[in-house]
C-alpha cells in the first residue's frame, strides 16, 4: 500500500495502489534548513512515544501518528488523544483521527480540512 492511500484511504478512484511508488526517504536530499515548518512521521507504541510528539507540535510542525497498536476504544489510547488534543488546543492547531490508524496534529495557524480532495 503506497504512502498515499495510507493517508487518504481507498476512496474507489480509478488509479490502483500501483499506481504510486514508495519512495525511500534516505535517497533524496533533506529540504533546505530555512523551512519553518516539517511533517513529522510518529508512531505511538506507548506514553512515552507523546512527549517527542508534543516537543514538535509546539516547535510549530505538523504531526502525522500511527496509532495502529492501539485499539480506538483502548483507555491508554483515549487518554493519549486527549493529551493531544489538549496540546492541540493549547498551540491554537488542529487534530484529526483519520480512519482507526492515524492522528495528525497541527500547530497554530494549521487546520486539518475534514473533506478528501476529489469528493
Known amino acids: ?3 498515499m492511500s495510507k493517508i487518504l484511504g481507498e476512496t474507489g478512484s480509478s488509479r490502483d495502489t500501483e499506481d504510486y511508488v514508495e519512495l525511500q526517504a534516505n535517497e533524496y536530499e533533506t529540504a533546505s534548513a530555512e523551512a519553518e515548518r ?38 491508554t489510547m483515549e487518554h493519549i ?11 491554537g492547531g488542529d ?12 500547530p497554530s495557524d494549521v487546520v486539518i480540512s475534514r473533506e478528501r480532495l476529489g469528493q
Do not use: C, F, P, W
Not at 81 to 90: G, H, I, M, R, W
Not at 96 to 106: A, C, E, F, R, Y
Open 1 to 3: 500500500m503506497g504512502l
Open 95 to 106: 487534530i484529526v483521527q483519520k480512519d482507526d490508524d492515524q492522528l495528525i496534529i497541527t
Open 38 to 75: 516539517q511533517v513529522r512521521i510518529a508512531r505511538i507504541s506507548d506514553k512515552q512515544d507523546v512527549i517527542d510528539i508534543k516537543d514538535a507540535v509546539y516547535d510549530g510542525d505538523i504531526v502525522i501518528a500511527d496509532i495502529t497498536r492501539h485499539s480506538t476504544q483502548d483507555r
Open 81 to 91: 488523544s486527549d493529551e493531544l488534543k489538549q496540546v492541540a488546543n493549547e498551540v
